[in-house]
Each structure stands twice: as structure tokens, then as C-alpha cells.
């Protein structure tokens, strides 16, 4: 319409153009004369002209105004074409969109469909055994959901027949495999560029022969030096709460799957440096103080990392918590779960029976934490229960949290034959166990700092009384430690005298 309007304007000033040249043409002769001779007649042309100058500038005027609004209305209809062009794209894209999430839907659906189809067999089935939500916490941890004695016995088969298929393969493969055990004890010869792949292989062969083959991450270096990332199908980490992450690096680094084991709850990683020391060097190479601060443990990453798990506190959170407890009795077990698991652990059906434990109340002047009655108080008891028979002595540990004692322990104990190697710090049996356990605490009230650090967190009190399968004993001070306030104390000593925390 605009531009309708343009063209009309140009045809109405083409019109008044032609006038001006029509009225030119008869401009009076000797105008300038006749402008005294006959004033009329020069200003009727005068007037005239201007009329028609006046017109065509108004038109031109309106013509401008056209002209831009004839290029707004151009410029908004080529944006609204654009726009429906994107509405357009927009449209089939999301009708596509559409129809693939419709045919996804429908697989997903057909799929659910038979997966119901299939449990509604099983529940039929009367050896089938669902997770039952209904049972109570302690019998539902303890429950093997989807796993029935038949099923057990056919993967029992199942991995029988594996191991002859693996031990035929072997056998029709034994070059292969001398060959390979060759370059792995020749591993030096083979270390340079043109022959180093021949590593790799020579220990594909050697692990499929020993699957499971074990070393500790201080000679990890040294046995799998000349191997790449991700050479090794699976690393499993034991006793991982202990681990330092740096420690583990290297044998993550050449892994494809990692799973830890470990408890963070028990004894963390010792490291030398003090936590100052370990910020300084963690803000000199722009590390995370998340990462590297000297509390951090190869479990505790791990941890972090995991998918599953559960948030213990709001600031720590636990990957995979194995809940059912089978290694030690009441009041062991209890002592643990009170001072460690806020209450969460189970203790298996299989360990109903009672242990015995106690605080066995021995105070004395100290000597670097070494207490001399309680020393004589534990070989005398060690004595009698020697000459009773009533337990073999390799069945006892002797358990402290300061370095002292344990030396002076062990001087004084081997006069009556008690195993050396049955002594020790809390941390040199982590992760073993005994019959019986005494836990020598020492110190005296001159050395309340010490005392007061052996039971700040509940770490070393946990470790050491589950050592224990069937008896703990506590010898130390009780009026020294109760006088610490110390929540490890109070909860211990809760249980160990069946009272109410």
C-alpha cells in the first residue's frame, strides 16, 4: 500500500513539474519591464510558480515520509518472513523430536512390559526370594535378595566349567604362555622401545593364568613400571582408608576399573608432615586442598566419587556401606557401632552369642606413657590364662596406642614366652585379628595431653576393639580418662558397664 502510495506521489509531482514548465513557457515577454507596465499579469505568474513550487514541495515532503515507511513496512515483512521460516525449522524439528522420543517411548515400554512379564513368572515361582522393604532394618541388611539357593549352586557350576574352559586353553597354549612367563622374568631385557609392547602382552598371559596377583603400592612401581594407562583390567585396593591418594596414582593411572575397600572409620593414612606443611606444598603446585591436605584417603576419594552410597553427615558421604558385621561379638560390636557407625551396623545372626569385655581400672605413675602396674597386671593375667589352658597364647594381642609402651611391652612380656609379634600400635594390626585383646592405654594424669589424644577420635578405639572376635579388655586409668570428657570414653564405657548413654 506504501509503496502504491510512493508512485502515485511521483506521478502528482511529474504532474506539477509539467505545469511549472507549461506556466515557464508563458511567462509574460519582457517580464522585467512588464513587472511596471502590468503588475497583474507578472504576479498572477508569480504566483503561480510558487503555488505549484509549494505543491511540490509538500508532495515531496509526503514522498519521503512514504518512502520510509514503504521501507519499514519491506524491512518488518522480510523479518516476519524470517521468522516464519525459524517458526517453520522450529516446527519439524520439534515434530521429529517428537516422533523419535515417541519410538523410543514405545521400546522403552515394550521392554518394561516384558521385564514385568518376567517378575510376575518369578514371584509365581515359590523358591523366588524379592527384597521384602517390609522386614525389619537388621533382618533386611541381612537378606540376599534375588539370590536363591538354586541360583547359587548354578554359579557355582558356572564357574567351575570357566575354570576348565581357562585351564584347556592354557594347556593347548603352553608355548604362549612359557614364552610370556619369559619376557615377564626377563622384564629388564625387554624394557627398551622396539620390545616394550611385548611387556603388555607377556602380562596379559600371566594374569589370565594367575588372576588375582598381589603387591603393595610401595613395589607397584617397581613390577609394573613398563606398563601403560589402563593395561591392568582390574585393581582392587584393600585397607584403602589407609592408602594416601598419591600412593595410588600410579596403579589408577594403568587401570580400567578401580574398586576400594576400605573403612575411613578406622585408621587414616599416616603421613610424616604436619597438615601446614602438606597446604604450603598443595597451594605451591595449584592443587586442590580438597584433595591434598593430609586427612584425604584413597577410600575417602573414592568415596566422594561414588554413585551409590549414603551422606553419614552433611559434610561426608559413604560409598557402599557394608552394614551386616561378622567378625566380632557383643560387646565389641557395640562399642564399634556406637562410636563409629552412629548406630547403623548389624551384627549377624551368626554371632548371637556373648563375648566378654571390660575396663579393666589400673592407674600408676607414667613414664613416657608406660605404666608399670599394668604391665605386671597383664603378665600376671596372661600367666594364669596360659597355665589354665584356658586360651593359646598366639590367640592374644596386646594393643597400644603409644609407641613406648609397646617397646616396654614387649621387653617385659618375652620373659614369659608371649609372642613378640603379638605386640604392637594400634595401626600394625589393622586389618587383623585375634581371640583376645588387650588394649593398653597407659599414661598417668602428668601426661593427660597424651592420654587425651588416644581417644580424640574414635578411629583408634574402633580399630583396636575390633580386633577382638571374642574378648576386649581396656586396661588404663578409667578416673584419668572418664576425666577427659571424651565422647569415645563416655560411649565405651556405656556399653562396656550396660548402661545408658
Known amino acids: 500500500m506504501a509503496k502504491e502510495q510512493v508512485v502515485n506521489k511521483d506521478y502528482r509531482i511529474e504532474l506539477i513539474d509539467s505545469k511549472i514548465d507549461e506556466t515557464k513557457r508563458h511567462k509574460p515577454a519582457m517580464f522585467t519591464l512588464k513587472k511596471f507596465i502590468c503588475p497583474r499579469s507578472v504576479e498572477t505568474y508569480v504566483n503561480e510558480i510558487n503555488e505549484l513550487k509549494s505543491s511540490k514541495t509538500a508532495l515531496l515532503q509526503e514522498r519521503v515520509e ?165 593395561s591392568i583390567a582390574n585393581l582392587f585396593i584393600d585397607e584403602a582408608g589407609q592408602a594416601t591418594p598419591q600412593s595410588a596414582v600410579g596403579a589408577i593411572l594403568r587401570s580400567k576399573k578401580v574398586m576400594a575397600v576400605g573403612d575411613p572409620a578406622q585408621i587414616p593414612p599416616v603421613i610424616p608432615l604436619s597438615n601446614g606443611l602438606i597446604s604450603l606444598i598443595a597451594n605451591k603446585n595449584n592443587a586442590s586442598e580438597q584433595i591434598v591436605n593430609g586427612d584425604e584417603s584413597v577410600q575417602t576419594l573414592v568415596d566422594s566419587a561414588s554413585r551409590f552410597g549414603y551422606q553419614k553427615t552433611e559434610d561426608e558421604w559413604i560409598g557402599m556401606p557394608l552394614w551386616v558385621h561378622r567378625r566380632c561379638l557383643d560387646p565389641m560390636f557395640s562399642i564399634s557401632n556406637q562410636i563409629s557407625y552412629a548406630g547403623q551396623m548389624v551384627l549377624a545372626d551368626s554371632m548371637s552369642q556373648a563375648g566378654k569385655g571390660a575396663w579393666v581400672d589400673i592407674s600408676g605413675r607414667s613414664d613416657d606413657k608406660f605404666v608399670q602396674e599394668q604391665a605386671n597386671w597383664l603378665k600376671n593375667e596372661i600367666l594364669r590364662r596360659a597355665s589354665d589352658g584356658e586360651v593359646d597364647t598366639n590367640n592374644i594381642y596386646v594393643i597400644s596406642p603409644f609407641k613406648n609402651v609397646v617397646t616396654q611391652l614387649k621387653q617385659y612380656l618375652q620373659t614369659i614366652g608371649f609372642p613378640q609379634k603379638n605386640i604392637g600400635t594400634v595401626h600394625t594390626f589393622q586389618g587383623k585379628e585375634a581371640a583376645i585383646v588387650y588394649l593398653v592405654l597407659g599414661a598417668s594424669f602428668e601426661e593427660s595431653g597424651a592420654a587425651s589424644w588416644a581417644v580424640s577420635t574414635p578411629n583408634l578405639m574402633n580399630v583396636a576393639a575390633t580386633r577382638a572376635k571374642k574378648e576386649f579388655y581396656i586396661v588404663g586409668d578409667k578416673k584419668l580418662y572418664k576425666s577427659l570428657n571424651s565422647e569415645v570414653v563416655i560411649k565405651t564405657l556405656s556399653v562396656l558397664e550396660n548402661t545408658d548413654i
Open 66 to 230: 512514504l518512502q520510509a515507511r514503504s521501507e519499514s513496512v519491506q524491512r518488518q515483512l522480510i523479518e516476519s518472513q524470517e521468522n516464519l521460516q525459524k517458526s517453520t525449522t522450529y516446527r519439524e524439528r520439534f515434530q521429529a523430536e517428537i516422533i523419535s522420543w515417541k519410538q523410543e517411548s514405545e521400546i522403552k515400554l515394550s521392554r518394561i512390559e516384558k521385564k514385568i512379564s518376567s517378575l510376575e513368572l518369578k514371584l509365581k515361582d515359590p523358591n523366588y526370594m524379592p527384597l521384602d522393604l517390609s522386614l525389619a532394618y537388621a533382618d533386611l541388611q541381612q537378606t540376599a535378595p534375588w539370590s536363591t539357593k538354586e541360583y547359587r549352586t548354578e554359579q557355582s557350576k558356572l564357574f567351575i566349567y570357566a575354570l576348565a574352559v581357562r585351564k584347556q586353553f592354557l594347556h593347548e597354549n603352553s608355548k604362549s604362555l612359557k614364552g610370556s612367563w619369559n619376557i615377564w622374568n626377563r622384564i629388564a631385557d625387554y624394557s627398551v622401545p622396539h620390545k616394550k609392547h611385548l611387556i603388555a602382552y607377556a602380562w596379559d598371559w600371566v594374569n589370565f593364568a594367575i588372576p588375582v596377583i598381589s603387591t603393595t603400592f610401595a613395589s607397584f612401581h617397581g613390577m609394573f613400571r613398563n606398563m601403560g594407562a589402563g
